[in-house]
C-alpha cells in the first residue's frame, strides 16, 4: 500500500484544519494507523494512532485539540486539528504497515 497525505497549510493560531491520507489500497485489514510530524530541528515525534477497532492514543501535546479517525470504506485516514498553536507547525506524516506517507506542511503563523 501507498500512502499520500494531503491537506496542509497555512493557518491562524486557534484555527483548523483537517489533514487526509489516502491509501492506495484497502486499509480494512490494516491495524495501527499513525500521524508523526516533525517540526524544523526536532525529531520526528508521535502525535497520535488509530487501531482498527478504532481505539485512539494521542500525544498529551494534542490531546483535546486533535481527533485521528478512518474511513474503511474510502481507505482513508484523518487527522482533525483544532484550536492550532505556534508550536503545531511541522511536516505531518502518516505511517501504517511500515509504509510512510510523504508529508504535508502546516504552518501556525500569526
Known amino acids: 500500500v501507498q500512502l499520500q497525505a494531503f491537506g496542509g497549510g497555512l493557518v491562524q493560531p486557534g484555527e483548523s484544519l483537517r489533514l487526509s491520507c489516502a491509501a492506495s489500497?484497502?486499509?480494512?485489514?490494516?491495524?495501527?494507523m499513525h500521524w508523526y510530524r516533525q517540526a524544523p530541528g526536532k525529531q520526528r515525534e508521535l502525535v497520535a494512532y488509530?487501531?482498527?477497532?478504532?481505539?485512539?492514543s494521542y500525544a498529551d501535546s494534542v490531546k483535546g485539540r486533535f481527533t485521528i479517525s478512518r474511513d474503511n470504506a474510502k481507505n482513508t485516514l484523518y487527522l482533525q486539528m483544532n484550536s492550532l498553536k505556534l508550536e503545531d507547525t511541522a511536516v505531518y506524516y502518516c505511517?501504517?504497515?511500515?509504509?510512510w506517507g510523504q508529508g504535508t506542511l502546516v504552518t501556525v503563523s500569526s
Open positions: 488509530i487501531t482498527g477497532s478504532g481505539s485512539t
Open positions: 505511517q501504517a504497515v511500515g509504509v
Open positions: 489500497g484497502s486499509i480494512f485489514r490494516i491495524g495501527v
